[in-house]
T-cell receptor, first 115, second 115 residues
Framework: DTEVTQTPKHLVMGMTNKKSLKCEQH?????MYWYKQKAKKPPELMFV???????INESVPSRFSPECPNSSLLNLHLHALQPEDSALYLC??????FGKGTEAFFGQGTRLTVV | AQSVTQPDIHITVSEGASLELRCNYS??????LFWYVQSPGQGLQLLLK??????LVQGIKGFEAEFKRSQSSFNLRKPSVHWSDAAEYFC?????????????FGAGTQVVVTP
């Protein structure tokens, strides 16, 4: 099973809402990532979790709050988003972080629209 | 500064013709190299990767890529494209010295397949 599952597939939320994106993998991977992708652009790294600890936060605004409850699950909590945060949010996982020579598997993404 | 360049933003190719997508990188040492494909509204799928060894790498869906150290390139090829190959293709690079998992993406190449 080389699958990374993201839910929901689509999400529309108001600027005052609180919502969460969920990502799950059962490959025993110990590194998990959140990426943001705007239309016609490459993915941009937001967060990296390594062994359930936050390793990288790419200066992401605090309205995005990641959480890694266990080695299989990664959440992204959203609060008070802006319309410019509308994008495809991609989760990925890898056996270990890239510097140790592993490949990343991506989920299908959550298409987020902030209204 | 480290960089990944995909010189071609858009390529149109006839079905059955060959395809070559270019990727050049600028890193201090040979990085880990990846090619991903993304269909509209979907996540990224790994086509192939280069870590070390044989410089000609075979991937899925009939794709191959050749690592050329002297040219700092990792070009993707397919001998005969199918209509289903129409997608966005991203070259991605990870530094061997970076243990925290920063994967740098090129800007992407949009491939259109004509009948």
């Amino acid at each position: 099973d080389t699958e990374v599952t993201q839910t929901p597939k689509h999400l529309v939320m108001g600027m005052t809402n609180k919502k969460s994106l969920k990502c799950e993998q059962h490959m025993g991977h110990r590194a998990m990532y959140w990426y943001k992708q705007k239309a016609k652009k490459p993915p941009e790294l937001m967060f990296v979790y390594s062994y359930e600890k936050l390793s990288i936060n790419e200066s992401v605004p605090s309205r995005f709050s990641p959480e890694c409850p266990n080695s299989s699950l990664l959440n992204l909590h959203l609060h008070a988003l802006q319309p410019e945060d509308s994008a495809l949010y991609l989760c990925a996982s890898s056996q270990d972080t890239f510097g140790k020579g592993t490949e990343a598997f991506f989920g299908q993404g959550t298409r987020l629209t902030v209204v | 500064a480290q960089s990944v360049t995909q010189p071609d933003i858009h390529i149109t190719v006839s079905e059955g013709a060959s395809l070559e997508l270019r990727c050049n990188y600028s890193y201090g040492a040979t990085p880990y190299l990846f090619w991903y494909v993304q269909s509209p509204g979907q996540g990224l799928q790994l086509l192939l990767k280069y870590f070390s060894g044989d410089t000609l790498v075979q991937g899925i869906k009939g794709f191959e890529a050749e690592f050329k150290r002297s040219q700092s390139s990792f070009n993707l090829r397919k001998p005969s494209v199918h209509w289903s190959d129409a997608a966005e293709y991203f070259c991605a690079v990870g530094a061997r010295t970076d243990s925290w998992g920063k994967l740098q993406f090129g800007a992407g190449t949009q491939v259109v397949v004509t009948p």
